[in-house]
Structures are given as C-alpha cells and as structure tokens.
C-alpha cells in the first residue's frame, strides 16, 4: 500500500501489480477484529515536509477484504510530540468520533498549525456493528515557514560553492533545513549531501513563487563546529532561449536557512547572507539542454566540511532574487529513481564507443574512469543512431546535450552530472584512455517520483507493449511539470499534452500532489483578464493559449474531482475557471470561439482548427457548469448549461454538414469531438456516427487520422457507439499510422510523430501525448471506470468490453478507497469476472455475454445469482441485478467478488 518505494525500475513490473491476486474474503463479520487504517497520508503525500495549508487533509485506507464493509465513523488525533500521541492524546486536534464512511479528503480542524513545526497524527475507525479498529501507526507532517517574517535569509549567488561554518552551543534536538534556488542546488551538511532530490526545485513562474524544501538536518548536525553549503545551478531560471524568451535571470541565487532548536529550549538560526563564502567549483558549466562540463582538478574537498578553511574563497554575493511567494514543494521530488545496465557497446570510430541501453530514458549517464589527471571524457546522448551505429543527434535541434568530465586522476573516478539531464537511449563516449567495459556508464534514470499505481495486462502482446512504452513516455515527462518531451531544447509544460494525458497518467500513476501542484502554477500564469498561456510556466508558446492548451486548467481540475474526490481544488479554482471561461467569451463570436494557434496538432488529416476551438469552449464551459453543480452554485451551474446549449447549437449550425453527415469535413477528429461533446441530437448523431465509422474503415483502411487532440476523443466514443471492436482493431494496428508501428520500429517511448522520422524536423522520440488511448485501455478493455456521481471513486462501474480475439485482461488501480481490480478471462460460451471494490465504494458490474446467447447463467463464487433471466438474491453483497445491453448488471456492495457467465 506504500507507494513511497515505487520507483520507475518498478514499472517496468507495474504489471505484476494488476496480477494482485483476489484476497481471501471472509463474509462481513466473520473477522473479530476491525484491521486498522494504513497508508496514512497527509495532503495526498506519506509524512510530508513542509506543509502550508491551515487546514490540512488526510486520507488513510482499509484493508478490509469481506463483503459490504464500510467504515462509519473515525477519529483522527493530532498531536504536538509523538509521546502525546501514543498516550492517544490529540492534544493539537481531537476530531472525536466523526460519524463518516470517508477515508480521504479529511480536513484538519484544530488549532492553528505552527510554522515549522511538526506534528504527529493516526487514526482508528469505526465499522458498522460499531466496533472500533485499533489506531493506526502514527504518521508525521512538518508544516513549512508559514510567514514571509519566519524568513532570515536572504539571495546569494557568485559562485558555484557557497558555505558557511558556525557553532551550535549546545546539544541539538531538532533541526530543519529551508532550501530553494533560482536555479538548481545540493544541499550539504558537514561533508554529506542531504537528502535524495534532484534537480531541485521544481520549475514555477519564478516571480510569482518559489518553492522551497524542508529537510530533516537533525542528525546532520552536532554541537560545535559544523558547516553548510550548497551547489548552485543556473537550472530553468537562467535559462533563455532567442528571440522570444530571455532567462528569468542573470545568474543563479540559493536561499538557506536552518532552524536549530536545542536543549533547554536554545534556538539558532543559519541563514544564507553576506557571511558566506563562494567560490566557482568544480562544474565549468551547467544547462538543461546543453549538459554539464565538470573539471574535477577544480574540486576543493572537505569544502563542505567545519575544518575546511574558506579564507580564500570570496564574498558571497547577495542577490535580488525572487519576491514572489515561497511556498512548500508538496509534491513527489524530482529523484534518480533507477538505473539500468547496457544491451551494448559498439566502436564505430576509432576511440568512439556507443552504449545502447535498450531503453529511451531520462536522465544522464554514471560514469566509471580510471586515467591521467587532465584527461576529458565526453558524453554525448541521443535517442537515435545511424545504420552505421554512429549517434544521431539531429532531432535534439539546439540542445548539445552532453556531459564533459576532466578527470583528476590517481585511482577510480565516478561521475555523474547534477544540473542537467537528457532523454536518451544511446550514450557515445570518447576521450577514454583505453577501451571501456560495459559497466564503464550506467543509465540513470531521473524524473518526479510519482507511484505507480495501476497495472494493465492483456492476452494480446501489443497492448502489453504499448502500456509499457506509454508509462515510460508519462513517467519521463515528469519533471516537476508535466513536460512535452524530455530530449530537445524544449522540455516545456505544453498545456495540450497535459491535458490529453490527464486521465491515463491518474490511471497509472499517483498524480495528486503532483497536479494540485501543477494546477496552481497554470493559476500563477493566469492573466488578469483571464487569459491562460500555452506553457506553464510561460517560456514557450504565447498568451492567451490555444484553448485546446488551455483547457488543461478545468480539464485537471475536473479529473482531480473525478479520481481523488479533490473538492478543495475546485473551491480554490472556481474564481479562476470562471474568469478564464469569460476570457473566452469575450474571444467568442456569436457563441463560437474561433481563435487558434495549433488545433489539432500533429495529424495525419488536419481538422479545421477555429473547430477544435469551438469545441473546447463548449468542454470548458460544460465542465465549468459540472463544477458549479458540485459546489452548489446552482444558479451559475444553470446559466453555464444555457451557454453550453447555445454554443452547441451555433457549433451545429456552423460546422454539420447534412448533405454528408460529417462536421468541419468529417475528419475522425471533428466527428468524434461533436459527439464527445453532445454536439448533434439523437438523429444527427447517428449519421456523425455512420460518417465518422466509413472514414476509419473505408476511408482509411481501419487506421486513425487524428493528431493528439482528437485520438483522446476517439477511443470513448467508439465505445459509447457500441464500436469497441473498432476501437480494438485500432489500438491494435501495426502498420501506420499506428502505436503498434511505432512499436514495431523499435519504439521504447512514444513518439511524437506518426510518422517514422529521424532527421532533425520537430520528431521528438519521447512524447507523452499519445498515450492517452491508455485511459481506454483501463475503462473499456479492463472495465474499470468511475460511475456517477461516483467523484473518487466512491461509486464504481466495472464494465469490460471483450473485444475480438482478447482473451484476457486484468487491470487494478489504487483508487483514494483502496485496490479496484477488474480481471476477466473468456472462452466459448463462458466468461469469468472476478472484482475488487474496495471498502467504502459500491459497483455496478457488468458482466459480459455473447449476444447471440440465448440462454446464460451467472454464478458468484459458485453460488447462482443469475438464472432464467432473473437475479437470484441471497448473495452477500449482491443487491440486485438487470440485464442491460450485452451484460448482466449487478449492483454490488464491496468486497471481492467471482462471476461466471456461461451461455449458449
Ligand atoms: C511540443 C508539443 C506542443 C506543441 C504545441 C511542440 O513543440 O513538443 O507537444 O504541444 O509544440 O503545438
């Protein structure tokens, strides 16, 4: 249930976890004693550093396997040290006996929370027979500086080492350390690096905010003598690229502070200032796109040490810096998560040597050197080579990317760089004294930490490839942002590939924290009138973004409500959702938004873009009227419906074509986007339906046409129409355009291009964007999918539609309740159906049939609940059943359940 030791390595076996086997369940209250909550989290993390919100919220989750179990009540107890609170004191908080079958989204009630402090929490639970759990194991949060004035500190820069040495005169009891940089930095403490962050901090609109890390330095230091320092990158902040964008600043900045606290109730604060010291370092030079080149003659050791004599350093120069908010990075750190070992090395030149590590990845190489003080190795990345072996390296456009190392010789050498990182699959390495082995370089993979948290497999071997080539293209856009591609000189929050991989990287990956934190930097960008930008932050692109870019903030908004049941998202956005809907409205044209700058991008057949706009201002003004609905704003939801139903009407007007039957030319796109959307009435959308079916298949021999827009419309739409089997055939396709053909041609992420290319056009290998078919792969293919009103998945519909010659699917995911599996296997005339529906959440679950049967039978757990077309009640849990369609619906309570259908 822990999802902090999920790394990427463990992805790659992510299939394993839908493979969890169904539990053994006992029937409700068979077990004497009620199992206490686990995975206790605060604001969607496990013991988080440096929280800010006054009212925090927690979430837990039962184990509970038996049938229609539900909490009823919990108390939570927050307490100011963990002896109170293993005397059950919550001496902070005492939520008492809150009669409630929630487990997640519990807002902290209590007193004010104290800057810099920590606090110490668990919870017990209640079941319906009124019995108690026992509590569970206690967790912790530490709340970040909640006041500008907690803030000492002040900008320096001028080098890149800084440190300071200082005394604590007494014995230490607890410490923290308050870390950011306008740039990149590592923290040290007296000769260690503290903590396992990368590339820290996240990216944000600098001059709006910056967000800080909380460390624990509590055993990093001791009475007497210490030092601090810190490495300092340019990072995002000194990063320009011409003619548009100039870097956010001239040269890199850290703010430190530590707050000791010691015996006797002593404190003492070491704040980063004009006192200390700077000097250059070892790293010549550091970019993001252009790599780092590191001379490890210039390293001065012990520099971070209390012995170390800084009298000659300089200076250190105080900085300007940033006066926006600083805020606590309450999302998974950016971490080398996992390395992988060579497939192999080739020589195509003399002194020339090229790793394959089988694998696109993000990240840098580790290197292993023996040889000559001065000798300079150099690593150059790519994500493609040349028939002759050689790397090709022209679709990275500006961005060198490569690492350069001068070693210091006299013994082994390690060296990986710190400021940087690449998307690669190849690393070419020269400059070496002699032949390199294969454990010379190790591929380190780095990206936002994020669990995974969903597994799908199939019978089908395509599907198996294409989930694991769409949970690396994810997992490597992840770097504090959601990025478009992790190689090129871009590397940017391109709002459009979030919001189309919204809903597949929530399937497969626990996004909570990572989008609140994203959502708040799109509310950072958002302009005074309204108007979003393409990029979040703002480097790339232009204000105001495409709506289909801009979509992303309600889009995010709306699937954080949907998957984590995050009300305190949409309270918090409401004012900025409806101030960009206006922004629109003023853009709009007779009640059609027509402005654009990409549409939909990248497609094989191009669909009028002012279409796709006018869509978009139709999804987002029906999602804000859904968010009205949640909120009770009952009056705006209603004017938002009005205008959702008279932009349909001009987009119908505007766009349909009678005399075809198509919209905006009938594109795959355009079709499937007016249905998605509710677009054409009953008739017109069956003949949208008819249109949009002969261009798939006779059109188009079966294959899609869409740029990344539409295919996240395509899919769903198929299905809703009844035409899984279509959308099968073409998730499953191998020759172009297809994912099967990017498979095929020896693709380990997504590409960004339909199109095979490897010349330098804009043909990134690793692009998030079309994976969002993955979102299908769990609703319709695995059947797991969120029923209504079901927000967090408090109701569930389990529906799985066997298509073809599928044989078997299971997919799970970790919903804020607890495991959701749906797992089903199928032969003539049987199909067999086993799900999970956690404790606290009900089901519908349909469980297929062939319509040509006749005549079928269901048994749950070998016992008849399905029989001469009726439900036959009795069984625990199951509340009623109808047939509709081509399955048989029962209405399920929790637990794990065994269906089988046979027929004839
Ligand atoms: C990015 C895309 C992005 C697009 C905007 C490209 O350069 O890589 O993924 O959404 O620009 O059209």
């Not at 080492?161 to 604590?168: C, H, K, Q, V, Y």
């Not at 700077?278 to 080149?293: F, H, K, L, R, T």
């Not at 040889?371 to 493609?384: I, Q, W």
């Not at 529906?799 to 599928?806: N, S, V």
């Amino acid at each position: 249930m822990d999802h902090s030791g999920h790394k990427t390595t463990a992805w790659a076996c992510a299939l394993a976890i839908a493979m969890i086997g169904l539990g053994a369940a006992p029937g409700f209250g068979a077990a004497p004693d009620v199992p206490a909550p686990v995975a206790l989290r605060c604001e969607y993390l496990a013991n988080p550093m440096g929280v800010d919100t006054a009212r925090p919220r927690f979430s837990w989750q039962l184990e509970w396997p038996g049938r229609g179990e539900h909490p009823t009540a919990y108390e939570v107890l927050v307490a100011a040290s963990p002896a109170a609170l293993a005397s059950n004191r919550g001496d902070v908080w005492d939520s008492g006996k809150a009669g409630s079958a929630d487990n997640s989204q519990i807002e902290y009630n209590g007193a004010p929370l104290e800057s810099g402090r920590t606090y110490y929490w668990k919870v017990r639970v209640w079941n319906p027979a009124g019995t108690a759990s026992d509590y569970s194991a206690p967790a912790r949060f530490d709340m970040g500086l909640l006041a500008r004035g907690d803030w000492k500190a002040e900008w320096i820069g001028g080098g890149g080492e800084l440190r300071a040495g200082f005394t604590i005169p007494a014995k230490i009891e607890r410490a923290r350390a308050y870390v950011t940089a306008l740039g990149y930095y590592e923290l040290h403490v007296n000769g260690r690096r503290i903590g396992h962050k990368v590339l820290d901090p996240a990216p944000t609109t600098y001059s709006k905010r910056v967000l800080y890390s909380v460390y624990d330095v509590t055993r990093a230091l001791r009475e007497g003598a210490n030092a601090a320092g810190v490495m300092l990158g340019g990072g995002w902040a000194t990063l320009g690229h011409a003619p548009q964008f100039a870097a956010f600043y001239p040269a890199p900045a850290a703010l430190v502070q530590l707050e000791v606290e010691m015996e006797g109730g002593q404190r003492m604060t070491v704040a980063s200032g004009a006192t200390w010291k700077a000097s250059d370092g070892p790293i010549v030079s550091d970019s993001i796109y252009d790599g780092e080149v590191y001379d490890a003659r210039r390293e001065t050791p012990g520099w971070d040490t209390p012995s170390f004599d800084d009298s000659a350093w300089r200076a250190a120069r105080t900085m300007e810096g940033s006066n926006g908010e600083r805020s606590p990075e309450t999302m998974p750190a950016i971490e080398a998560v996992g390395e992988l070992a060579p497939k192999s090395i080739s020589s195509p030149d003399p002194g020339v040597y090229v790793y394959d590590f089988g694998q696109n990845v993000s990240g840098w190489a580790r290197l292993r050197v023996r040889g000559p003080r001065g000798t300079t190795v150099t690593l150059r990345y790519s994500e493609l080579v040349y028939p002759d072996g050689r790397i090709n390296r022209e679709n990275l456009r500006g961005a060198k990317s490569r690492d350069v190392y001068t070693l210091r010789g006299g013994g082994g050498e390690r060296y990986q760089p710190r400021f940087t990182y690449h998307g690669f699959r190849y690393v070419e390495l020269s400059g070496l004294p002699e032949a390199p082995a294969l454990d010379t370089l190790r591929a380190i993979v780095v990206h936002s930490a994020v669990g995974t948290t969903g597994g799908f497999a199939a019978s089908k071997p395509i599907l198996n490839d294409i989930q694991r080539v769409i949970g690396w293209s994810q997992l490597t856009n992840l770097f504090g942002i959601p990025t478009d591609c992790d190689q090129r000189d871009e590397r940017q929050g391109w709002m459009g590939d979030a919001q189309v991989t919204a809903e597949e990287s929530m399937d497969n990956f626990d996004m909570a924290a990572f989008d609140t934190n994203f959502i708040r930097d799109i509310r950072d960008a958002q302009g005074g009138d309204g108007s979003l930008t393409d990029t979040v932050p703002l480097r790339y692109g232009g204000r105001p973004s495409d709506p289909a870019w801009g979509t992303a903030y309600p889009e995010l908004c709306w699937q954080m409500w949907r998957h984590y049941g995050d009300r305190r998202i949409l309270e918090q956005n409401y004012d900025g959702l409806k101030k960009y809907i206006a922004f629109l409205g003023t853009q709009a044209k007779g009640d059609v938004l027509s402005y654009f700058h990409y549409g939909d991008w990248v497609p094989i057949v191009r669909t009028p873009p002012e279409f796709v706009s006018a869509l978009y201002y139709l999804h987002d003004v029906t999602t804000l009227g859904a968010v009205a609905s949640v909120l009770g704003k009952d009056s705006d939801a209603e004017a938002y419906a009005k205008l959702a139903q008279r932009i349909r009407a001009a987009v119908q007007q505007k766009f349909f074509d009678p005399a075809t039957g198509g919209y905006a030319g009938g594109t795959q796109t355009a079709n499937a986007m007016a249905i998605a959307m509710g677009v054409p009435d009953a008739h017109q959308r069956g003949i949208a339906a008819s249109n949009l079916m002969n261009d798939i298949v006779y059109y188009h021999d079966t294959h899609v046409t869409t740029g990344f827009i539409g295919v996240r419309y395509l899919f769903p739409v198929l299905t809703e129409l009844g035409r899984s089997d279509l959308a099968y055939e073409l998730a499953t396709q191998t020759t172009y355009p297809s994912w099967g053909y990017m498979i095929d041609n020896g693709a380990t992420t997504l590409w960004e291009l339909w199109q095979r290319k490897t010349g330098p056009s804009m043909n990134s290998q690793d692009h998030a964007m079309f994976g969002s078919v993955g979102a299908w792969f769990y609703e319709a293919l695995g059947g797991i999918g969120i029923g209504a009103d079901g927000a967090g998945y408090r109701h569930i519909r389990i529906a799985p539609h066997p298509a073809d010659d599928l044989r078997w699917v299971t997919a799970s995911l970790e919903s804020p309740r607890g495991l959701v599996l749906c797992s089903w296997t199928r032969s003539p005339g049987k199909i067999v159906l086993t799900a999970t529906v956690p404790p606290g959440a009900d089901a519908e679950i349909a469980v297929p049939r062939d319509l040509e049967m006749t005549s079928f039978t269901v048994t749950e757990s070998g016992r008849a609940v399905w029989r001469n077309g009726q439900f036959v009640p009795g069984d625990q849990g199951l509340r009623g059943a109808k047939v509709h369609d081509d399955a048989v619906v029962f209405d399920a309570a929790s637990g794990a359940y065994r269906f089988t259908l046979t027929g004839e």
